[in-house]
């Protein structure tokens, strides 16, 4: 826990194509992190859609964004086009090198990947791009949320919630995260169990698999680019 009497400054990377839970997912949490601010960054200032097209404006551009305590990457399908736009990629290493604690959600994992800040690190990104993340010298741990060091993955889009309460937990205390917990009533009670490959059922579980078939063909295609520019060799199962 950092000292409550120091101000955080909060951002998330916001882009065409996220998947708008894990954004505003975390955002519930974050937003009520006691003595903070909470800001939305775009490669622009202007409005991006998600991937189902709801309409995100963010506060200011990157280039304006002050260094942040709390870098939070969100995943989604328009990661894509981040993995090699140097702009960015640039930022996020940029605000790494001087932020308290880095939050990535689902895919947002595979971009600070590309980023080259993986290297050597624990973590974990959603079941369908779980194999890629050798491809980015990153260690896979099979869990719906990864703590390395002042570093927090969550496994995939509603996993951000319990991601963001670990990190609030981290910068807080727990009380203050057991607060904003009890204030959202996150107290889930899904009508099935159906969450993970594991538990739900195969019929299922492949019909998914074959939905994602293609996006995910084309991530371990840039995943592949992407290690031969970082000089990384991976053993990488499917």
């Not at 974990?124 to 099979?142: E, K, N, Q, R």
């Amino acid at each position: 826990m950092i000292d409550p009497s120091r101000h955080v400054n909060i951002g998330s990377l916001i882009f065409d194509g996220i998947d708008q839970i894990d954004l505003t997912g975390p955002f519930e949490v974050l937003a009520r992190i006691p003595n903070s601010t909470y800001r939305l960054y775009g490669k622009t200032d202007g409005m991006i859609r998600d991937l189902k097209g709801l309409r995100i404006s963010p506060d200011a551009a990157i280039a304006e964004a002050p260094q942040l305590d709390v870098l939070h990457i969100p995943g989604g399908f328009g990661q894509e086009a981040l993995m090699d736009d140097e702009e960015v990629l640039g930022w996020i290493r940029r605000q790494a090198e001087g932020a308290q604690s880095i939050f990535s959600v689902c895919t947002g994992a595979l971009v600070l990947g590309a980023a080259g800040l993986l290297k050597g690190r624990r973590a974990t990104t959603h079941w369908a791009s779980f194999h890629l993340l050798p491809y980015f010298g990153a260690i896979p741990v099979d869990e719906r949320v990864v703590v390395d060091g002042n570093w927090v993955f969550a496994a995939g889009v509603t996993a951000g919630i319990d991601g963001a309460l670990r990190l609030a937990a981290e910068l807080r205390g727990d009380a203050a995260a057991q607060g904003i917990q009890l204030h959202m009533v996150y107290a889930p009670e899904p009508p099935f169990d159906a969450g993970t490959p594991a538990s739900a059922p195969p019929e299922v579980f492949a019909a998914m698999r074959e939905s994602v078939r293609a996006v995910t063909t084309q991530r371990e295609a840039t995943a592949r680019r992407v290690a031969e520019r970082l000089g990384i060799t991976a053993a990488v199962s499917p």
